[in-house]
Structure formats: structure tokens, C-alpha cells
């Protein structure tokens, strides 16, 4: 199996900064389309930072500017670069991956992380 794995997450003031890292692990061969969501308390699961395989970034909205999106092929690892935090930030953030197993030739699985918690204080 392949599988991420999110850390870096934790209490932060408003305006803090946090990075949030997402580690495959398992038989990867490759890693292609990342994104990171985030949950609210109460609310659905929302996309809020996408990479293609080609490297295309898109945000939602309120990240725009804010927020980063990068990845460390050589360390299979996607990162969340966050600024410039708000309580409106605070959620659970989850780490989405297209990740290609050893032995599946190009299909991709899609794999989920656990999520990791993200609380801005004011």
C-alpha cells in the first residue's frame, strides 16, 4: 500500500505562519496531482491548494496570497506554506496525492491523509 502521511500542524497567533508537510510513504514509484483541503468545525471539506503533476498551482480564494503550495520530489514530500493567519484559517487540514505504487505501472491511486489540526488563537 501507499499511503501520506500530515505533520506540522498545531496552535498558532493570528497572523503566525505554519508549514504543514505530507509524507508518502509505502512503494511509491511516483507522485502526481497534490492538493491540500481543509475542514472547518461544522463544515464540509473544501479544496483550498492544488498542484498538478506539471507543476499548475491553483488556490482557493481566501489563500490566494497567503498560502503556498510546493513539493520536495526527492523526499516525496508536499508542503503547505502558510502566512498571514486568521481564526477563519483554523480547521482540519487533509493532504490529497495521485500517487503511482510500485508494480501499477502509471494508475495512480488516490490516497488521503488523516488530516492534521490547524488552530489559529486571537
Known amino acids: 500500500q501507499v499511503f501520506v502521511s500530515e505533520s506540522g500542524g498545531g496552535l498558532v497567533e493570528t497572523g503566525g505562519s505554519l508549514r504543514l508537510a505530507c509524507k508518502a510513504g509505502?512503494?511509491?514509484?511516483?507522485?502526481?496531482?497534490v492538493a491540500w483541503y481543509r475542514q472547518a468545525p461544522g463544515k464540509q471539506r473544501d479544496s483550498i491548494a492544488r498542484m498538478s503533476s506539471g507543476g499548475d498551482v491553483t488556490y482557493e480564494d481566501s489563500a490566494m496570497g497567503r498560502f503556498t503550495i510546493s513539493k520536495d520530489s526527492t523526499k516525496n514530500t508536499i508542503y503547505l506554506d502558510m502566512s498571514n493567519l486568521n481564526p477563519e484559517d483554523t480547521g482540519r487540514y487533509y493532504c490529497?496525492?495521485?500517487?503511482?505504487?510500485?508494480?501499477?505501472?502509471?494508475?495512480?491511486?488516490?490516497?488521503w491523509g488523516q488530516g492534521v489540526q490547524v488552530t489559529v488563537s486571537s
Open positions: 490529497n496525492a495521485k500517487i503511482v505504487p510500485l508494480g501499477w505501472g502509471e494508475v495512480s491511486s488516490d490516497v
Open positions: 509505502g512503494k511509491v514509484v511516483s507522485i502526481g496531482d
